[in-house]
């Protein structure tokens, strides 16, 4: 098993950057394939991005492409998003998420989730 716990939401203005960070433990991270999910309220659950165990494949969602990057760290055992140009649709709860393989993770069916942090972007 792994435990994801996230960190590095909060308060920004539309046009502006954040990066989220994931820390995982528990089993060899480099097992895993990693992703980022995100739900507003009221709305259902967005994949946002996904990366391979050796960083050798990315996939985004329609709406990081271009925006959001995703990579990892497997020497620190740490998944980032950094999300640049945002815009108050990106308001949500993001979600670490971690599976087996990298097609589970881009079909929105991975099998560990962090506990979520918030992202607020104002207009």
């Known amino acids: 098993q792994v435990q994801l716990v996230e960190s590095g939401g909060g308060l920004v203005q539309a046009g502006g950057s954040l990066r989220l960070s994931c820390a995982a433990s528990?089993?060899?991270?480099?097992?895993?394939?990693m992703g980022w999910f995100r739900q507003a309220p009221g709305k259902e659950r967005e994949f946002v991005a996904a990366?391979?165990?050796?960083?050798?494949?990315?996939y985004y969602g329609h709406s990081a492409k271009g925006r959001f990057t995703i990579s990892r760290d497997n020497a620190k055992n740490t998944v980032a998003l950094q999300m640049n140009s945002l815009k108050p649709e990106d308001t949500a709860v993001y979600y670490c998420?971690?599976?087996?393989?990298?097609?589970?993770?881009?079909?929105?069916?991975?099998?560990?989730w962090g506990q979520g942090t918030q992202v607020t972007v104002s207009s």
């Open positions: 528990g089993r060899t991270f480099s097992s895993y394939a």
């Open positions: 990366i391979s165990r050796s960083s050798a494949s990315t």
């Open positions: 998420a971690a599976a087996e393989f990298f097609n589970t993770i881009v079909r929105g069916d991975p099998g560990y």
